[in-house]
């Protein structure tokens, strides 16, 4: 994102937080919700971090006077059900008629000071890691949530005590939240492009802007029914719509076959659900609001991670690997003091159920953090990240050979067509520049292993070599090709093609065997030439090189002999990767 962009966003995010201040510290939470019966207010729930904490016993009593006045003429008691006064409620429990004076208190203005910090640090680490790097339509979306995830969290305390404002964007986050659930998953996981808007986000959008008018409206006119939605319905909707999500994830898996990160919706669910049933809803006895928190924090954690792994799992990490470690073990820390207050509100049974799901939805990020922290200590034993990199390779070819190759070629019959003095001359320099873009895209991913298969594709590649060099290659072929994953067939095929050029080029070589074959589940390459090197046979690097193809058959689990006099070079490597590999992501 453009330093622009961000010098914007963290003045708008410093504003918020200035305004939202100045409604904290002059305020004082008193945590109490009522709901609306025969034209009485009755308490519903006073919350443990309110001002009036201590007086659970008035839940069920009538609400009579606010700071001395008629309930009816309360601004936020008829907008959001909520009794903040700025110095007394009366209740009228059981008959008899109470006056709480409320007592100054600072956890509200703690938590929020918390929240802030936090809101900040999320920005700051985000611009931090979009420094330098290029930025997609998608990576926009991630840095539009990330905004809008930071001043969520401004404005978390503000709506508690009912600033209009700080409601309207909390409401506008939780409605929107799904959509981005949405890009993201589909993004990352279905890699459909990021510029594609499904249904289900149409519908999100729709629905965020009808419930953003009817707010409005609300406080204009309130209606019962619009003031019980907004104070509890939204926050049901937002987690029906994820379910949806989720059970929509679940019916892709099935059709697409692909190894969907749904753990992702389902940590969403998982860190919902002690906020929406243990604090804004609770079931049983109440979860303070502190412990939500860290939860809902983890949903960003996972999108997080997911942006991480696809997007840097192959770009150099500047951090040191003991700062990346020491993050690694505060977060691992504080989830373990987070689940143990946790322990204290649930009941048993309900905790070792809840902890044992939160663990199934965690460990995919836990075993990504661990592969990054690998990678950045120079072990590279994953074979997901290969196909990783096989499909970013596939990516840039596909669109080289779809879009500047096509209007190359536009271009080149307009010129054909036309009059033009010089016209030999420049459909000469369009061929060339066609031909050399179609050796580009061939050197990024070669599609020719896709549609001829494997041994089709390198024989045409050894002819080519024959019949621009004075050089003779035999080949013995005894593979299995429906066995060799395609991905592997690629690797396979750029080696060939390095080899053989390298034995050319640098050894001048005149007879070359090539030999590929298949046993159990092993896949075995060895080129055999008659050249002569000067120097170090492993020092080249031509195109593809050497190291860089070790490198390779280290990532799929293989080994790599080379010998000198006669030269030969071979590689084994399993056909599905690599066996002991233990980072395979769900």
């Known amino acids: 994102m453009k330093s622009k962009m961000f010098r914007f966003s963290l003045i708008l995010l410093f504003i918020f937080f200035f305004y939202f201040s100045f409604s904290i510290f002059n305020r004082t939470y008193s945590g109490i919700t009522v709901d609306k019966h025969e034209n009485e207010w009755i308490v519903r729930q006073v919350h443990n971090l309110g001002s009036f904490a201590n007086h659970q016993e008035i839940i069920g009593s009538s609400i009579i006077q606010i700071d001395g006045q008629n309930p009816d003429s309360n601004f936020l008691l008829s907008r959001f059900l909520i009794v903040e ?20 208190g600072r956890s509200s203005q703690i938590i929020f000071l918390v929240l802030s910090i936090i809101a900040f640090l999320i920005l700051l680490l985000f611009r931090l890691y979009i420094k330098g790097r290029s930025r997609g339509k998608t990576g926009k979306r991630y840095f539009y949530f990330i905004i809008y995830t930071s001043l969520m969290l401004l404005s978390i305390i503000p709506s508690s005590i009912g600033d209009v404002f700080g409601r309207s964007l909390l409401i506008s986050y ?63 909707l937002v987690f029906f719509f994820l379910v949806i999500l989720l059970l929509k994830m679940l019916i892709n898996y099935s059709q697409i076959r692909e190894m969907l990160p749904i753990h992702t919706l389902f940590l969403a669910v998982l860190a919902l659900f002690p906020l929406f049933f243990g604090y804004i809803f609770p079931i049983g006895k109440e979860v303070s609001f502190i412990y939500s928190i860290p939860l809902l924090l983890l949903i960003l954690f996972s999108i997080v991670n997911n942006l991480i792994l696809e997007r840097m799992i192959y770009v150099a990490w500047k951090w040191n690997p003991f700062i990346y470690n020491l993050i690694f073990a505060v977060f691992f820390t504080s989830l373990i003091i987070l ?136 080949t013995t072929f005894s593979i299995d090709e429906e066995k060799v994953n395609d991905k592997v067939g690629t690797f396979v095929l750029r080696t060939v093609k390095e080899l053989v050029n390298n034995s050319i080029l640098h050894g001048n070589a005149r007879e070359i065997t090539v030999d590929l074959s298949t046993k159990e589940k092993i896949l075995s390459i060895e080129v055999i030439d008659d050249g002569i090197f000067k120097g170090n046979y492993q020092s080249n690097e031509h195109h593809f090189g050497l190291n860089r193809i070790v490198e390779k058959v280290h990532l799929l689990g293989g080994t790599v002999q080379i010998n000198i006099e006669p030269t030969s070079v071979k590689i084994r490597i399993p056909i599905e990767g690599k066996k002991n590999d233990s980072f395979g992501f769900d």
Request: charged share 20%; aromatic share 14%.
């Open 174 to 236: 939780l409605t929107l939240f799904p959509l981005f659930m949405d890009i993201f998953i589909r993004v990352l996981v279905l890699k459909i492009k990021g510029s594609t808007i499904s249904n289900f986000s149409r519908i999100i959008l729709g629905y965020s802007l009808i419930t953003q008018l009817l707010y409005v409206y609300n406080l204009i006119q309130p209606i019962d029914f619009l003031t019980i939605f907004f104070s509890r319905g939204v926050f049901y």
């Open 85 to 104: 006064p700025l110095h007394s409620v009366t209740v009228l429990d059981r008959g008899i008629s109470k006056t709480l004076i409320i007592e100054s």
């Open 339 to 474: 689940f143990s207050l946790l322990l204290r509100e649930f009941s048993p049974i309900f905790f070792v159920l809840y902890t044992f799901l939160f663990s199934l939805a965690l460990l995919p990020e836990i075993r990504k953090m661990m592969l990054i922290s690998h990678k950045m200590e120079g072990i590279f034993s994953s074979f997901h990240t290969f196909v990783a990199t096989e499909l970013e390779r596939e990516e840039i070819a596909t669109f080289i050979h779809d879009t500047t190759i096509q209007k190359v070629i536009y271009y080149k019959k307009q010129l054909e067509i036309s009059e033009q003095i010089n016209r030999g001359a420049l459909l000469e320099m369009l061929d060339d520049i066609v031909f050399e873009l179609r050796d580009l895209c061939f050197n990024i991913y070669p599609l020719m292993v896709h549609e001829l298969g494997l041994k089709e594709s390198i024989t045409s590649i050894l002819n080519q070599f024959m019949k621009m060099e004075t050089v003779s290659i035999m």
